[in-house]
């Protein structure tokens, strides 16, 4: 299957900080990204879909003030969360669908701690 | 709405089998996917169903009804890495993918 590196995988950071998170396809165009969410116990929570050189469509809920979706390449999306709280600690995890695909491929995942 | 019910929690013993079932109401259809996902890492790709029958991939299998909307995971020969939360998502009309909140099957000796 295709691949897709996720970075960073964990990464502790201060209350009021940024953190970005970085989601590559590696051996395919990601033409569609997708951003999720899950707290511990519970499943997939998608937080925003990204089209390359597109806006981003957030869920309803989500503030896309605070999480911040670049997809400009096709090989690459960032989500940044903005002035991070602990409420924000979560494992974020992004996926990456090609032109005509339907499966996506997902990243390893990054735990954030907000301390 | 949108809808996937599959169980919270099974257990079942080391060597045993287990059938994992996913029943889905969506606008649409277009493939039902099941992941595994140990904690605290990414799901992984299990099996993909667009047509009604039963797929057969070493000791899993899955199986697909569309006029019931209702899948099934089968698990043979269960082992301890096995212990894990598997995943029911359906693509929909619009090429969403519509995720059910997941199995949680803890593998007994």
């Known amino acids: 299957g295709a691949v897709v590196s996720q970075h960073p995988s964990w990464v502790i950071c201060k209350s009021g900080t940024s953190v970005k998170i970085e989601c590559r396809s590696l051996?395919?165009?990601?033409?569609?990204m997708f951003w999720y969410r899950q707290f511990p116990k519970q499943s997939l929570m998608l937080m925003a879909t990204s089209n390359e050189g597109s806006k981003a469509t957030y869920e309803q809920g989500v503030e896309k003030d605070k999480f911040l979706i670049n997809h400009a390449s096709l090989t690459l999306s960032t989500l940044t969360v903005t002035s991070a709280h602990p409420e924000d600690s979560s494992f974020y995890i992004c996926?990456?669908?090609?032109?005509?695909?339907?499966?996506?491929?997902f990243g390893q995942g990054t735990r954030l701690t907000v301390v | 709405g949108q809808n996937i019910d599959q169980p919270t929690e099974m257990t079942a013993t080391e060597g045993a089998i287990v059938q994992i079932n996913c029943t889905y109401q969506?606008?649409?259809?277009?493939?039902l996917f099941w992941y595994q996902q140990h904690a605290g890492e990414a799901p992984t790709f299990l099996s993909y169903?667009?047509l009604d029958g039963l797929e057969e991939k070493g000791r899993f299998s899955s199986f697909l009804s569309r006029s019931k909307g209702y899948s099934y995971l089968l698990l043979k020969e269960l082992q301890m890495k096995d212990s894990a939360s598997y995943l029911c998502?359906?693509?929909?009309?619009?090429?969403?993918?519509?995720w059910g909140a997941g199995t949680k099957l803890i593998i007994k000796p």
């Open positions: 998502a359906v693509i929909d009309s619009n090429y969403q993918l519509i």
């Open positions: 969506t606008s649409g259809f277009n493939g």
């Open positions: 996926s990456a669908r090609g032109t005509g695909d339907i499966e996506a491929f």
């Open positions: 169903n667009v």
């Open positions: 051996d395919f165009q990601a033409t569609t």
